[in-house]
């Protein structure tokens, strides 16, 4: 059974800009959206609530998941791909570099 119009889009700027708004949403918050399409994006929200609900849950989960996830990597393991990349930028690991 289809749902009514109003329900796909609350804030009647057609179904397909709030389909369009929500899937954007990750790149909005990754900040991969020109300022012209942010813009569009952000005037959606404003005029759109059950979009800026989807919006601030998807911000707030981004924020705890930065803050819950962060793996301490070993000093042993963090040394090596230091020299890997000097390495693999073709400079000397030699006695010149230091570990800080």
């Known amino acids: 059974m ?3 119009d109003d ?11 709030c389909q369009e708004a929500i899937d954007t949403l990750y790149h909005f918050l ?3 959206l020109t300022d012209d399409r942010r813009h569009e994006i952000a005037v959606h929200l404003d005029e759109c609530g059950p979009c ?5 849950f998807e911000a707030e989960l981004k924020i705890v998941i930065a803050r819950k996830c ?3 990597v ?8 230091y ?8 400079e000397d690991p030699g006695a010149g570099y230091t570990w800080e």
């Open 2 to 4: 289809d749902e009514p």
């Open 52 to 56: 800026l609900d989807a919006f601030d």
């Open 83 to 90: 020299l890997a990349l000097l390495r693999a930028s073709g």
């Open 70 to 72: 962060r793996d301490q």
């Open 74 to 81: 070993p000093e042993a393991l963090r040394q090596k791909v």
């Open 30 to 32: 990754d900040g991969e």
């Open 7 to 17: 329900q796909l889009d609350p804030c009647g700027g057609g179904k397909s800009h």
